[in-house]
C-alpha cells in the first residue's frame, strides 16, 4: 500500500506541474519531501534523486524509445517492465544530466481500455535513464500489455505474461532459448521468426553482446555488419554497444513481444573471464573496473529487478522461477564465481588443477542454493538455465586420449560431480539442463558416468546455437562423425543459427531445434532440423523428427 500511495501522489505532483497548478520551486519542494519520505518504491529506488536535477516536463530533439520495451522476470503476480530514454542512442543517450519521470500503464488490452496498472517512475541519469518497474497486484498466467510515457511522447506497445501460482497445476509451458548474437556475424532474423511463435516465456543464456572492436572477431564466410569503435572498455562504450545490438528491429520486436528471463555469459564483459580474473595477460585492477561498468550497462539495458543492482563489480544474478508445478528454473550464474579456468584454458587432456576435487565454477553459496533447490523441489521438471556445455565432451578422437574444453563444465569436473551425486541422493529423475555459448546444436544424455555409456541417464541437455554467432554455419561440420562416436552420450550436433522452443508437460518434455539456412542476409525461413522428446521419469532422450531422416 505505501508503494501504491508513492507511486500515485508523484503521479499527482507532475499531473499539477504539467497543468499549470505549480510551478516548478513548488514542484521540486514536493519531490523532495516526498523522496524524504520514502514512499514507494519508486521513490524508495529513486531516494538518492537530487530534486533541483529533475527535469519535470522534458522535450525532444529526436524520439527518446528508440531502444524499444521489454519485460521480464515474471513471477505469478508480478513482472518487471523496462525501458530506456535515449534519443541519442549511439552516442551516450543524449539525454542531460536529470532524472525524468516516467508515466507507465498495465493493461489487459493493446488499447488501453483497461488499465489495471499504472504510475509513475524516475528514468535516472546514474543509471543511463533506464526505467524498472517492478509491477505488481497482477493475476497469474495473464497476458498484459504495457506502455510508457514521458512528456508528449509515447513508446512502443509491450505485451507480457504473469507466471501460474506457485504450485498449481499447469497442463503446458511452450518457451523457447536463445543466445550469442554477435551482431557483425549476421542478421536477427532467428528473433523474428521467434515474434511469430505463440510463447510463454523467453530464456536468453549469455553473449547478448560483444566486447570486440570493428571486424576483430570474423565470421568464416565474413561479417556482414560492424560494430562502431575499438573494442569496449567504459561505460558509455558498453552504453553505446547495447544501443547498437538494440538498433536492430526483429531483437527489440522479441523484447515486446515475451517476458525474457536473462543471464549473462562472457563476452557482456570479455571473452572467458573468470571470476576476478580476466583474459591472459591483462592486470586484475583494470579488470574489476572494466567488469563494474559492463555489468552497470547490463543492468540498465535490462528488465530485471532492483535485486540485481550491481554492488560495484559484483551483481546479483542466480535465481529460481517456479512455473506452478510443472517447472522450477535454476537460473544460474557460471561465471562471476567460478575458479580460473585450469592450465591456461583452451582445449586441454585432465590434469591436475582440473581435477582438484575442491574446484567450483559457482561459487560455495550458489551451489548451496542450487541443491536446496533441487532437494526442496516438487516440480514435474527440474532445469537449469545456464551458460556453458555440462555434459562430457571428448574432442580427442583417439581412443587412449583425452581433450577436453576448460572453460566449460569439462573444465570443473568435481563440481559437476556434485550436482550429479545430489540428483542420485535425491533420486531426483527430472532432471534438464538448457546451456548456449558453442554457437551449435546439441542433445546430450547425463549420464552417472561419462566414461561408461551403460551408466544409468540421470537427465538430458539441450544446447541451443547461436542467434547469429558464427554467419551462416552448416549443417553438420567434417569432424561430427567422430565427435558423436567418441562421446556415445551425444545424440544430435547440427551447426546452423536459430533457437531451441521447448514444449513441456507433466508427462514430456519435447525440444524442437529450430534452425535457418542464412544469416549473412536478412529474411530467411525458419524449419525445425530435429525435435527430441523427453519422458517424465524415463530420462533417456528419444528422436521423433530428424529433417534428414525419415523416422517411422
Keep these: 500500500m505505501r508503494e501504491e500511495q508513492g507511486s500515485k501522489e508523484l503521479e499527482q505532483i507532475i499531473e499539477r506541474y504539467e497543468s499549470g497548478k505549480m510551478n516548478r520551486r513548488g514542484f521540486l519542494n514536493a519531490i523532495g519531501k516526498l523522496a524524504m519520505m520514502s514512499l514507494g518504491a519508486t521513490i524508495a529506488a529513486s531516494v538518492n534523486i537530487n530534486p533541483a536535477k529533475v527535469q519535470a516536463a522534458p522535450t525532444f530533439k529526436e524520439y527518446p524509445f528508440t531502444l524499444g520495451v521489454a519485460?521480464?522476470?515474471?513471477?505469478?503476480?508480478?513482472?518487471?517492465?523496462?525501458?530506456?530514454?535515449?534519443?541519442?542512442?549511439?552516442?551516450?543517450?543524449?539525454?542531460?544530466?536529470?532524472?525524468?519521470?516516467?508515466?507507465?500503464?498495465?493493461?489487459?488490452?493493446?488499447?488501453?481500455?483497461?488499465?489495471?496498472?499504472?504510475?509513475?517512475?524516475?528514468?535516472?541519469?546514474?543509471?543511463?535513464?533506464?526505467?524498472?518497474?517492478?509491477?505488481?497486484?497482477?493475476?497469474?498466467?495473464?497476458?498484459?500489455?504495457?506502455?510508457?510515457?514521458?512528456?508528449?511522447?509515447?513508446?512502443?506497445?509491450?505485451?507480457?505474461?504473469?507466471?501460474?501460482?506457485?504450485?498449481?497445476?499447469?497442463?503446458?509451458?511452450?518457451?523457447?532459448?536463445?543466445?550469442?548474437?554477435?551482431?557483425?556475424?549476421?542478421?536477427?532474423?532467428?528473433?523474428?521468426?521467434?515474434?511469430?511463435?505463440?510463447?510463454?516465456?523467453?530464456?536468453?543464456?549469455?553473449?547478448?553482446?560483444?566486447?570486440?572492436?570493428?571486424?576483430?572477431?570474423?565470421?568464416?564466410?565474413?561479417?556482414?555488419?560492424?560494430?562502431?569503435?575499438?573494442?569496449?572498455?567504459?561505460?558509455?562504450?558498453?552504453?553505446?554497444?547495447?544501443?547498437?545490438?538494440?538498433?536492430?528491429?526483429?531483437?527489440?520486436?522479441?523484447?515486446?513481444?515475451?517476458?525474457?528471463?536473462?543471464?549473462?555469459?562472457?563476452?557482456?564483459?570479455?571473452?572467458?573471464?573468470?571470476?576476478?580474473?580476466p583474459e591472459k595477460g591483462q592486470s586484475i585492477e583494470p579488470f574489476i573496473k572494466r567488469r563494474a561498468a559492463a555489468l552497470q550497462a547490463y543492468y540498465e539495458h535490462m528488465p530485471l529487478r532492483r535485486s540485481s543492482l550491481p554492488n560495484g563489480s559484483s551483481m546479483q544474478l542466480f535465481r529460481r522461477f517456479q512455473y506452478g508445478n510443472l517447472v522450477d528454473f535454476h537460473v544460474l550464474d557460471t561465471r562471476q564465481y567460478r575458479d580460473n579456468q585450469a592450465n591456461d584454458d583452451g582445449w586441454k587432456a585432465p590434469n591436475e588443477e582440473s581435477l582438484d576435487p575442491n574446484r567450483t565454477i559457482l561459487g560455495d553459496e550458489q551451489e548451496s542454493w542450487l541443491f536446496e533447490g533441487l532437494k526442496n523441489s516438487s516440480a514435474k521438471w527440474n532445469v537449469l538455465a545456464q551458460q556453458v556445455f555440462f555434459a562430457q565432451r571428448d574432442n580427442d578422437f583417439d581412443p587412449e586420449g583425452k581433450r577436453f574444453s576448460m572453460d566449460a563444465w569439462d573444465g570443473y569436473p568435481a563440481a559437476r560431480k556434485r550436482i550429479l551425486n545430489v540428483l542420485q541422493e535425491q533420486q531426483i529423475s527430472n532432471f534438464v539442463v538448457l546451456t548456449g555459448d558453442v554457437h551449435t546444436n546439441w542433445a546430450n544424455e547425463i549420464k552417472a558416468d561419462f566414461n561408461n555409456p551403460d551408466s544409468k541417464t540421470l537427465g538430458a541437455e539441450f544446447v541451443g546455437t547461436s542467434i547469429s554467432s558464427g554467419g551462416d554455419g552448416s549443417d553438420v561440420n567434417n569432424n561430427t562423425d567422430q565427435i558423436l562416436a567418441e562421446n556415445p552420450h551425444i545424440k544430435f550436433f547440427n551447426n546452423q543459427r536459430g533457437y531451441v522452443r521447448c514444449t513441456v508437460t507433466p508427462n514430456n518434455w519435447q525440444a524442437d531445434y529450430q534452425v535457418l539456412p542464412y544469416v549473412s542476409r536478412p529474411g530467411a525461413r525458419i524449419s525445425t532440423r530435429a525435435s527430441f522428446l523427453l519422458e517424465h521419469n524415463n530420462l533417456g532422450l528419444k528422436k521423433i523428427y530428424d529433417a534428414m531422416v525419415t523416422l517411422k
Design 71 to 277: 519485460s521480464g522476470d515474471p513471477l505469478p503476480n508480478e513482472v518487471v517492465i523496462w525501458t530506456r530514454l535515449a534519443p541519442d542512442p549511439m552516442n551516450g543517450g543524449g539525454m542531460k544530466n536529470h532524472d525524468v519521470p516516467v508515466r507507465w500503464e498495465v493493461a489487459l488490452d493493446k488499447e488501453f481500455g483497461n488499465v489495471v496498472q499504472n504510475g509513475v517512475d524516475f528514468a535516472r541519469a546514474d543509471l543511463g535513464h533506464s526505467v524498472h518497474v517492478e509491477v505488481s497486484g497482477l493475476k497469474p498466467n495473464q497476458h498484459y500489455y504495457y506502455r510508457f510515457k514521458v512528456g508528449t511522447e509515447i513508446s512502443p506497445l509491450g505485451r507480457t505474461k504473469t507466471l501460474p501460482p506457485i504450485g498449481a497445476e499447469v497442463s503446458k509451458l511452450t518457451f523457447a532459448f536463445a543466445s550469442c548474437q554477435q551482431y557483425e556475424h549476421g542478421y536477427y532474423t532467428a528473433f523474428r521468426r521467434m515474434t511469430e511463435e505463440e510463447l510463454d516465456l523467453v530464456f536468453h543464456l549469455g553473449d547478448y553482446i560483444y566486447e570486440y572492436g570493428e571486424n576483430e572477431y570474423k565470421a568464416s564466410g565474413g561479417n556482414v555488419r560492424f560494430h562502431k569503435g575499438d573494442e569496449i572498455i567504459t561505460l558509455d562504450d558498453y552504453r553505446n554497444r547495447y544501443a547498437q545490438y538494440r538498433s536492430d528491429v526483429d531483437l527489440r520486436d522479441a523484447h515486446a513481444a515475451f517476458p525474457w528471463i536473462v543471464a549473462f555469459d562472457d563476452h557482456e564483459i570479455e571473452n572467458n573471464w573468470a571470476g576476478d580474473i
